[in-house]
């Protein structure tokens, strides 16, 4: 372990007291609570953290914030691995793990670093010109190629094992960032009793009251804070969210943010999640994200040890490590020059304050003269050496001269850009200031206000000045008074910059470290005709990063600026989209993954179903029974035609209750369902039940079901388990858009009933047996299509006499609570019936064997005629879907109309979805004369059978044709036949 | 005589709650639940009879009311969720028996399951699936909602408190009540959940 030869000896936002050891690629580390994991390995003295994203580049760490472009590193290991985290937000923990990204076979000898010497290669929009020809190669060998080398760092590709979790909030006063501007709106709108979050990225809140050494009203920054936050957590109404950032603005006052629960932890803590996705509504918002410190474009400015300035004093006062002992300056701003004297005031040689600017203020340069520190005014730093970190600059002086200074450290300012990502994600574009040479928000989202340095104010004064007074608007804006807050005394700002953004130089100098966007390549898009700046970002990926170009944008546009002869207010900006930050999947979906994906609808009935060792399959966000296995079974073919023959030669029972159902009363309930349905049931008498059809407004089938009328005034309606929603909003819609006059109520009653069919010849035997002692259930007192509601030990029931299966058959209901106890009931009376459960495979073979038509059918693009039910269309009313069902294409009698198959092969296997072919037709589209919708083997005939629309069908029974089904090989010669295969008279319906 | 049908709760297969008590949850069980819809043109007198005989002003909002064992929700026009402890699927032939052609009666206690929840942290819970706002000013004793909770439709209303703590109602279909209790235990799991018998 090495020694943490740049940590100094006190002070620092650390606590000394708890020692964290830690380990990067193969080496281990020891660092202190408060740490981040880039202070901690600066405090070692590691400079190279990573390898560039194209010309693998050593690059060290520029920043300490969440803009960092350059130290990307993969943190944990197995299935908790995660890459491309930024070292300077990863806060150290005892047994961190993390490794460089990007290099092979190790971070100090890279090969990928050949691409610096190609790098003519490797130019903006070198995909557009290397890698055309020959055609073919691409997607054999460029491809391939291509996509091993890029990308940055590796996923786990495990599972995640850890939780996540999403969760609402509500404010009167969201505030976005807890530095000075944010506490100070904070703090103003808290004490007026509006409900206020304060969100902030870091977890110790301040900003830049912890890297820089600044006083409010006579004490320090961070002790101003302190007190903040005590009153801020004293309020109720007040909540802090810390390591939390949010990412995007949406309507209506929606903010997205993401709070980093345990990634400060070796593990998550016992149910807690690793991160939680805030979605917060808040009536106003106060944007006080502060400004994002700009690199100077100038060669060799990559190189590790080239820092931003004021993240230099971060590490200095909050870290307390001093990056360098032998350090320079190099800027055009004020600011940059705390840097020089934090760094002399902590033992570090200052070797040069080099400042782009003519003249700066006399303050500054007494206070230079006053550590000893030599300043060069209007001079630039032209070039960097080292290989692997940063050994020497060269300066070219105002008068031109070329000095080569000795230096182990850079640090780097061109001033600063308003982090005003948030501001333009809803359309929002920001204006270029002249005064704080940058663009600020200009425009923002409704409800938003930005205080501090994001509007382009830099002073500390500004900041709390402007905080207070944009907190106190937001709360007074939501029906809070506001007592005039005072506003805290500051010590001098030192604001003064001008702009300047790059210096001509012959070495790469760049612009987007994490693209690996240079200045040559800012020029090369200048010089192809790129120049808007859209244009730009897209051919050389200039802030398409994952940092966004957070350091790199405005340099960009700039220099393209300055390319074409605009100004910067002509060439403008490009806008963020959320997120601002990397947000992973597993945030967003939060407790919906894996089996809770989605929300799963279960009958009543389920227990026991699983209980008797059924396998479910999906029906929308049903669980249905598919098949009941019984001992000795295991391929689903046999036990769904020994259900089938069981049901058809003793008794089955299937569980119903997933078919919508909707309850229909009102004086006008009948004549509602006969504008509805394409047949009549105002007619229908009481303790009757009819099939019915239900079309589209365009003449399309929607639907079909049947409904029972127990009143005059009451009928319940039965739908589709896939069309149940979509049939109560269309008659929710006919209620109350078409009709509101009608005197009808609808309310949605499928879960209030657990419904089971009971079938086969021992039906009513069954039924007797269970109902005897309360209805009569003979064939004269309830015949085919009859219904009637009872009361059934004591709980209320209905039975209807429908079969969908073709037998004699009934459906019971009884309301969901009672539900389990009525199917266990129901076996124990069919016990020595013979009676089986069954599931849907088995009612699906039935109903073809019946040929009744189903979803395969009623599939969107038939007419009531194609299905064979056009004798239902009633010629003596009006309803739904009526007038567009007579469209010329609609009635057309070539239409592909419902007709049954079965292979002229009894042996032969027919498949849904294969195409009806002439005997000898060649298998083109011209040729195609309708296709197979729905087969099954019918263990009753013993061969397969099939239902198919095919044109003109039903006259054309008894004709031969090719099943041709190209995707698996099938082509089958097949007998067209009625669709109706088993008991076509209904000998065993009417039983 | 056969016995009687006996209903399931709907705790009875599901995994244990994480311990502790910042949370805590029950089921309804029996709970009489009907939906009634005024007949076109019947409000004004469906309300007066209402008013009549349970002693309840049907809210014409979302909102609950109550008097006694019975409470009204208001879900829509001219469209409750009558609420009555204990009575299940008797409520909805009583309440037909009192109001005869005023409005549309339709029995529930099948249709939903009830949640009573409640505890010093159920704000915190709720909050990770209800998109509503469930703060005291916001959702005052007396408000109800029809929404949506971890994609699962649900009715809240909110009681009086409890033991000093706000204690809300739940409703959700019946078929969904397992994938409720799943987001809910889990989302109640670092606060601790005791699961009472209500």
């Known amino acids: ?991 | 005589m056969a016995e009687s049908l006996s209903s399931r709760p709907t705790f009875a297969d599901e995994t244990p709650a994480p311990p502790g008590s910042r949370v805590t949850i029950a089921e309804r069980a029996n709970l009489g639940l009907a939906t009634l819809q005024a007949r076109k043109g019947q409000d004004a007198a469906l309300r007066d009879l209402i008013q009549q005989q349970y002693g309840v002003s049907l809210p014409q909002a979302p909102a609950i009311s109550r008097a006694g064992t019975i409470a009204f929700v208001g879900l829509g026009p001219h469209h409750w969720l009558a609420v009555a402890d204990g009575q299940s699927h008797h409520l909805a032939p009583s309440l037909k028996a009192a109001i005869g052609p005023l409005g549309s009666i339709v029995d529930q206690s099948g249709g939903y399951v009830v949640f009573r929840v409640g505890g010093a942290a159920i704000r915190d819970v709720l909050a990770k699936g209800f998109p509503i706002d469930l703060h005291e000013r916001a959702f005052p004793p007396g408000a109800a909602a029809t929404t949506v909770v971890a994609h699962i439709g649900a009715i809240i209303w909110r009681n009086d408190d409890h033991d000093g703590q706000p204690c809300f109602d739940i409703a959700v279909f019946r078929s969904l009540s397992r994938s409720f209790w799943r987001w809910f235990s889990d989302a109640a799991a670092e606060f601790g959940c005791e699961v009472k018998q209500h």
């Open chain 1, 1 to 991: 372990m090495t020694s943490a030869q740049n940590r100094l000896a006190a002070g620092g936002l650390i606590d000394r007291s708890r020692s964290i050891r830690f380990s990067f690629d193969d080496d281990t580390y020891q660092g202190f609570a408060g740490d981040t994991l880039a202070s901690a390995l600066l405090a070692h003295g590691v400079r190279l953290v990573g390898r560039s994203f194209k010309y693998h580049r050593p690059r060290g760490i520029l920043t300490a914030g969440p803009e960092e472009p350059n130290a990307l590193v993969e943190l944990r290991s197995g299935a908790r691995r995660e890459p491309n985290t930024r070292a300077t937000t990863i806060e150290l923990h005892d047994g961190l793990q993390a490794w460089s990204q990007n290099r092979w076979p190790s971070l100090r000898y890279d090969v990928g670093a050949i691409n610096s010497l190609l790098s003519p290669l490797f130019v903006a929009g070198f995909y557009y010109k290397t890698f055309m020809w020959p055609a073919a190669f691409w997607e054999k060998v460029y491809e391939p190629a291509i996509r091993h080398a890029a990308g940055l760092g590796h996923a786990s590709g495990e599972a995640d094992p850890d939780t996540y979790e999403t969760i609402h909030a509500f404010c009167d006063v969201l505030i976005i960032g807890g530095g000075a501007a944010g506490l100070s709106a904070a703090l103003t709108a808290g004490r007026s009793g509006a409900r206020v979050i304060l969100c902030d990225e870091d977890s110790v809140l301040g900003g830049r009251l912890n890297g820089d050494l600044r006083e409010i009203d006579g004490r320090p920054g961070a002790e101003w804070t302190r007190h903040v936050i005590a009153e801020l957590d004293a309020l109720p109404n007040a909540r802090i969210l810390r390591r939390t950032s949010v990412f995007g603005v949406y309507d209506g006052g929606t903010y997205g943010a993401l709070e980093r629960v345990s990634d400060h932890l070796p593990e998550p803590p016992l149910h807690q999640p690793r991160q939680r996705l805030w979605k917060i509504v808040a009536r106003r918002a106060v944007l006080a994200s502060g400004a994002i410190e700009r690199p100077i474009v100038f060669g060799g400015n990559d190189r590790p040890g080239v820092m931003m300035a004021a993240g230099v004093r971060t590490y200095i006062n909050r870290f307390a490590v001093a990056p360098g002992r032998q350090a320079a300056i190099y800027t055009g701003c004020d600011d940059a020059w705390s840097t020089a004297f934090d760094l002399a005031r902590n033992g570090a040689t200052v070797a040069a304050i080099i400042d782009h600017r003519h003249t700066v203020a006399p303050q500054l340069r007494a206070e230079a003269t006053r550590l000893g520190i030599p300043v060069h005014l209007g001079a630039d730093v032209t070039d960097t050496r080292g290989q692997h970190r940063l050994q020497a600059i060269t300066l070219r002086t105002a008068d031109d001269g070329s000095r080569r200074l000795r230096v182990d450290l850079l640090a780097i300012s061109a001033g600063w850009s308003p982090n005003l990502g948030l501001t333009t994600h809803l359309g929002q574009k920001p204006r270029w200031s002249e005064t704080a040479a940058t663009f600020v928000p200009d425009a923002l989202p409704p409800g938003m206000s930005v205080a501090g340095a994001v509007s382009g104010a830099f002073s500390l004064a500004e900041a709390l000045r402007q905080g207070a007074a944009l907190g106190a608007a937001a709360a007074e804006a939501t029906g809070f008074t506001v007592a005039a807050p005072p506003v805290p005394r500051t010590d001098d700002d030192k604001v003064e910059l001008s702009a300047f953004w790059h210096v001509a130089s012959s070495s790469k100098a760049f612009v987007d470290f994490q693209h690996d966007v240079t200045s040559a390549d800012v020029a090369l898009a200048a010089r192809e005709g790129f120049r808007s700046v859209e244009h730009l970002k897209r051919y050389t990926t200039l802030g398409m990063a994952t940092d966004q170009g957070k350091t790199s944008n405005i340099n960009g546009h700039a220099m393209m600026a300055e390319l074409t002869g605009r100004t910067m207010a002509e060439i403008g900006t490009t806008v963020f989209r959320a997120p601002v930050i990397p947000v992973a999947i597993g945030a967003f979906a939060g407790h919906h993954r894996g089996r809770d994906f989605r929300p799963t609808r279960l009958t009543a009935g389920h227990g026991w179903a699983e209980q008797n060792k059924a396998s479910f399959v999906e029906a929308g966000a049903w669980l249905r029974a598919q098949w009941f296995t019984q001992e000795g079974e295991s391929d689903w073919l046999p036990i769904v035609s020994r259900e089938v023959r069981d049901v058809r030669s003793k008794v089955g029972v299937c569980d119903v209750s997933t078919l919508g159902k909707i309850d229909v009363q009102g004086s006008d309930a009948g004549l509602f369902l006969d504008r509805v349905y394409i047949n009549m049931f105002s007619t229908l008498p009481v303790g009757k039940t009819r099939y019915g059809v239900m079309l589209r407004e365009d003449g399309i089938v929607m639907d079909d079901g049947t409904a029972a009328r127990f009143a005059p005034d009451h009928y319940v309606v039965s739908t589709t388990t896939a069309n149940a929603a979509k049939v109560m909003q269309h008659l929710e819609h006919a209620r109350q858009v078409l009709w509101p006059e009608l005197d009808v109520q609808l309310v949605s009653v499928t879960e209030q009933w657990s419904q089971y069919s009971i079938a086969g010849p021992n039906a009513r035997q069954l039924l007797e047996r269970l109902l005897g002692d309360v209805i009569d259930a003979s064939d004269a007192a309830l015949p085919y299509l009859g219904c009637v509601a009872f009361t059934w030990r004591d709980v209320p029931a209905r039975l209807f006499r429908v079969s969908f299966s073709g037998e004699l058959a009934y459906e019971i209901a009884v309301p969901a609570q009672y539900g389990d106890a009525a199917i266990r009931a129901i076996m124990e009376a069919g016990a020595d019936l013979g009676i089986v459960p069954y599931g849907t495979e088995a009612l699906g073979v039935m109903r073809i064997e019946k040929g009744h038509v189903a979803g395969n059918e009623i599939n969107g693009t038939t007419t009531a005629t194609d299905l064979g039910l056009g004798r239902m269309m009633s010629q003596k009313k009006d309803y739904i879907g009526r007038v567009l069902a007579q469209r010329p294409g609609l009635v057309d009698p070539d239409r592909p109309t419902l007709v049954g198959l079965r292979p002229v092969d009894p042996l032969a296997r027919l498949r849904a979805g294969a195409h009806m072919l002439a005997v000898g037709a060649a298998p083109t589209t011209e040729n195609d004369q309708g296709y197979v919708t729905s087969v099954a083997f019918s263990p009753t005939l013993g061969h397969w059978i099939g239902l198919a629309l095919v044109r003109r069908g039903p006259q054309r029974i008894g004709e031969r044709m090719r099943a041709y089904d190209p995707v698996r090989d099938g082509d089958t010669e097949v007998e067209l036949v009625s669709p109706v295969f088993l008991d076509p008279q209904g000998a065993r319906l009417h039983g």
